[in-house]
């Protein structure tokens, strides 16, 4: 068994340094609890709402630092830390979903399946990732980048993190599924959206039926 946590950061929008911290402090919980996988929501370190601004340099060079400062300041934690933040790439703009454990950023999931209606016009900025991995070059460092990557902590035998975003969950081909045929045996799927009434417990069962599978 891996014991796992959640955690939403009060969080301040487009104030990376801010968020970042919130999220540390989320992490040392988790940490001194023992859980080895911490999943946070979709771009956190931003903030989902920040609309036009997701297009100026100045937030997106912000979120980068911020997402280096918070890595190395996990150096000698356990937790695995599933971070959302807004990531470029060969001139194109990405949701993701980076995972960062013990002082190193183990790469970024980018989200595939992007809703285009009421508060989620993700279309505006972020692109559809090719189907492809590849690499990302990010702070002086190359990591890995795609869509079907899992996470395999060596001091957890048997724990292969899958990861899909929001609105993937809701789709008749998420990529939960092609995942866990791969191999995947923990899927988290960091999250934002507005609150309407019943949509907690609509989650849930969606959740529920998706692992039953």
Not at 93 to 104: D, F, H, M, P
Not at 119 to 134: K, N, S
Request: with cysteine.
């Amino acid at each position: 068994f891996v014991k796992v946590a959640v955690g939403t950061p009060a969080i301040h929008l487009a104030d990376c340094a801010y968020n970042a911290e919130r999220i540390y402090e989320l992490a040392q919980r988790a940490e001194a609890e023992e859980a080895k996988l911490l999943v946070l929501p979709e771009l956190c370190i931003t903030g989902y709402s920040c609309g036009d601004l997701f297009l100026q340099d100045g937030l997106l060079r912000a979120a980068e630092q911020a997402l280096l400062t918070l890595a190395a300041r996990t150096a000698g934690m356990d937790v695995l830390l599933v971070v959302g933040a807004p990531l470029e790439h060969a001139g194109k703009l990405y949701n993701t979903a980076v995972c960062i454990q013990n002082g190193q950023i183990l790469g970024a999931v980018a989200k595939t399946k992007l809703p285009n209606y009421a508060e989620g016009a993700e279309l505006r900025y972020f692109a559809v990732p090719e189907p492809t991995d590849t690499q990302l070059f990010f702070g002086g460092m190359t990591i890995p980048f795609g869509t079907g990557l899992l996470f395999c902590p060596k001091e957890l035998p048997g724990f292969q993190l899958g990861i899909e975003i929001c609105e993937e969950l809701w789709v008749p081909d998420a990529p939960s599924i092609g995942l866990a045929l791969a191999g995947a045996t923990v899927i988290a799927n960091p999250s934002a959206g507005a609150i309407f009434a019943g949509k907690q417990q609509e989650r849930r069962e969606k959740v529920k039926s998706q692992s039953i599978q």
